[in-house]
């Protein structure tokens, strides 16, 4: 499967792909069209594990809208796939070249349009990095809460492909609900508005919505109106230690119930704490069977820290360590930001899962993926936007060995099995690309696969929006 | 207008409609079929004004998922419009029936089938009250927050269908925000199955949120899991007075430029103001231009009354009043609640528009608004969300006068055209329906329109559900 490659419509003729450059130089400048088979190999793909890759027959970097229209215009007429892209740190594969395909990137159109404080809104290129908007909004004094991991790198178009999620969201929510409107090239080159600028408005169905997290699949998003929000005071983080991560998950379901609304509630493993550990000499004690990690952005973060704090004691934790400062919180957060890299250093290589399940259920699904973890002979550590029920069990393997490769995927899948069965769904932030789409239909059904593609069928007829993703 | 009928597929035919009787009533017990004209005659319409209804063949009123799925098996087996229905109290003809359909009342599936305090969520059968939901749910410490003024009535199944707004969407957002997951009977009978109960999920296009707002034109809902928050603290209630409207506006852009989150934040006209006076002589002073009504709902209410009330002496407030506690807090809010009724007393009849504006266009909105009334010589008082930009001026006129109620047509015309020359949208909370069907394509234009088109082709391919409304 690693070896495969999408498959898709192709157009490896020579003379074809000749004629596809004539005619994309025809509205986009020299510069702009790569086809050097060294640079375009380098954006074949995301980062995520076991997706396959094609070649793209070109690589586009347009600047304007008129020019993104100009490649689908061209990619219509001639029938080639399009497959967009922003920073390409995407884990699902949705941003995995196919072969023949015209790769378009979307990291030039990178402006900042507009910054309105009174709309609460900005207005912005697909380009623009998360962390650029996020740093001049709160200029403003205001906050764009989405903050996937990649915050530093990805962009607001592949998070909006993507519909990604980030630490902030058990009290913020996901990008979804911070789209308002879009600006959206369609697959024949026509552009189309969606949505509003306002603060409420229900014209017609919301497409606004519908092309959130469809993975390029539907149509370019060339400009996105964002809401945003006044900017929370810092947070303040408290730490807890369990003897179990059954423990763990009562004190979340705890402080869940009782009507908190922390502005992150993370949760790791034995597996991941030891990694930490191993990695970076944290300190933290190796009997941890999972650490809890709660902020509150109140205005009396504090009182809210004693009030979580008690409900671990009572659910059972060993030590509970509240942040006095804005700096002391940022160090009990370092081994959260660590977990990743920590369990990449395992093995060399990760599969991140991306399963949420409801909250109620996460004790069962952190013990089912400790059997799991023991039925393939695998490390798997588990991070969790505990919150949220929204789980990354992230299973360490060595991809030069073919049996630990296999019981790898094999894992992974029976992780999100395990999600269906306790209700959850295979992808809470990450997206299904080319990862997930034999479980899609797992997930939702005959009825609701028919009318997914419907809906595809209605937006590209022709099937040249980043076909072979999703479905 | 007034007088015109809705056109759609007919069955006259009493042959035809003896046909449809006898095979609804082959899976629908006979006292949930009604056909007496007299009844089914108080079946025709809703709340709004201007709107044309016909007569329905039959209501049905179900009781399961299965009864609606014969229900839709029928309609398309005989190529009947289904009109769906909650309590009737939509504002914009999208509950009005067509002649000789199938209304499709879903007001007696009206069980809660579930309350989840740690997971958050309610799960409800469509024709659930919202006031009876907010109160079940109240008893558990969560909140269910949209509130539109028919919640004593209004179903969550219509408010689904009508995306629904209310006084708290400022701080809370609308029903799309809370709706996470749906079971929805398609035109054809088969039930389908959209979204989550799990805090995040990303599986494939969001077909739930096509679903709200789209009145019961893609499908029947018969299910739904809604997101809960924790119940916030009661709010406290402050109002100033202004001697413009300008001024009023002025102080809100402040109020939100500023960071602050009020949990309402209402506008009402001098038109209103005096309104509420003739019928209620609540003392509100005569020489008042606008009031202003903001309330926060934290920890803190009385800090951010303060604060919001220095900024509205800023922009001049005439007077600023800040409650005390909750009881003088209601008094407060008594001259907003009885805002509507007292404009409908001025001339027995309203039209209410529900035109949203980016917040910082506010005062040109009022502004333009006061110079229509004038044009037209009509009483339009304006009562506004003002905090989300949401204005309903509120068209007064004499239904027996037919050139009153031409004036008060073309009035109402007007303040859309203004709204969307300022950058706003038709419809803020109310809908399209059929009051507001030919502005839609004025508002997103022959692209957005075309794929509106297509998706609802893809979901209703027969045309069967809800025909003539929207477009």
């Given at each position: 499967m690693i070896m495969s490659r999408i498959e898709a419509p192709r157009s490896e003729d020579t003379a074809a792909t000749g004629n596809l450059l004539d005619l994309l130089l025809g509205g986009l400048?020299?510069?702009?069209?790569?086809?050097?088979p060294d640079v375009t190999a380098s954006y074949?793909?995301?980062?995520?594990?076991f997706c396959p890759a094609g070649s793209p027959a070109v690589v586009v970097l347009p600047r304007t809208v008129e020019q993104v229209q100009h490649v689908m215009r061209t990619a219509t007429a001639l029938r080639v796939p399009v497959v967009p892209q922003g920073a390409?740190?995407?884990?699902?594969?949705?941003a995995n070249a196919s072969d023949g395909?015209?790769?378009?990137?979307?990291?030039?159109?990178?402006?900042?349009l507009e910054i309105n404080p009174v709309d609460r809104i900005a207005v912005v290129e697909p380009g623009v990095v998360n962390a650029a908007l996020s740093r001049a909004v709160g200029e403003h004094g205001l906050y764009y809460p989405p903050?996937?991991?990649?915050w530093e790198m990805c962009t607001i178009g592949g998070n909006i492909g993507t519909a990604s999620g980030g630490?902030?969201?058990?009290?913020?929510?996901?990008t979804a609900e911070y789209v308002l409107g879009l600006d959206v090239v369609l697959a024949d080159g026509r552009l189309m508005s969606t949505g509003?600028?306002?603060?409420?408005?229900?014209?017609?169905?919301d497409l606004t919505r519908l092309f959130v997290g469809s993975e390029g699949s539907l149509g370019i998003v060339v400009r996105a109106v964002l809401g945003l929000r006044p900017k929370p005071p810092e947070q303040l983080v408290l730490a807890a230690e369990f003897a179990s991560a059954a423990a763990a998950c009562d004190a979340v379901c705890r402080i869940m119930e009782g009507g908190h609304v922390p502005s992150l509630l993370e949760l790791m493993d034995r597996t991941t704490v030891k990694a930490v550990n191993a990695m970076?000499?944290?300190?933290?004690?190796?009997?941890?069977?999972a650490l809890l990690l709660a902020a509150f952005d109140t205005t009396a973060p504090a009182a809210d820290l004693a009030a979580v704090g008690a409900l671990c004691e009572a659910a059972g934790a060993t030590q509970v360590v509240p942040a006095d400062d804005v700096a002391e919180s940022e160090l009990l957060l370092q081994a959260r930001r660590l977990s990743l890299t920590a369990l990449e250093a395992v093995k060399g290589v990760t599969m991140i899962d991306d399963v949420c399940v409801p909250r109620s259920r996460l004790a069962e699904m952190l013990e089912g993926v400790d059997r799991i973890a023991g039925k393939y002979r695998l490390t798997i550590g588990v991070v969790a936007h505990a919150g949220d029920g929204n789980t990354h069990p992230t299973v360490c393997f060595d991809p030069a060995d073919p049996d630990e490769s296999r019981r790898a995927r094999e894992s992974f899948d029976e992780i999100m099995a395990l999600g269906l069965e306790l209700g959850?769904?295979?992808?809470?932030?990450?997206?299904?690309?080319?990862?997930k789409k034999e479980w899609l239909a797992r997930e939702i059904g005959p009825v609701g696969m028919e009318m997914q593609r419907a809906v595809k069928q209605a937006f590209d007829p022709l099937n040249i929006l980043n076909p072979g993703k999703l479905f």
């Open positions: 400048p020299a510069e702009a069209v790569l086809t050097d074949a793909h995301d980062m995520a594990s390409r740190t995407g884990l699902s594969g949705a395909c015209i790769v378009l990137s979307l990291t030039r159109m990178d402006r900042i903050d996937p991991s990649s630490l902030c969201c058990v009290k913020y929510g996901v509003r600028r306002t603060a409420k408005g229900v014209a017609g169905y970076a000499q944290m300190g933290l004690p190796e009997s941890t069977e959850g769904t295979i992808t809470g932030e990450h997206g299904v690309g080319v990862l």
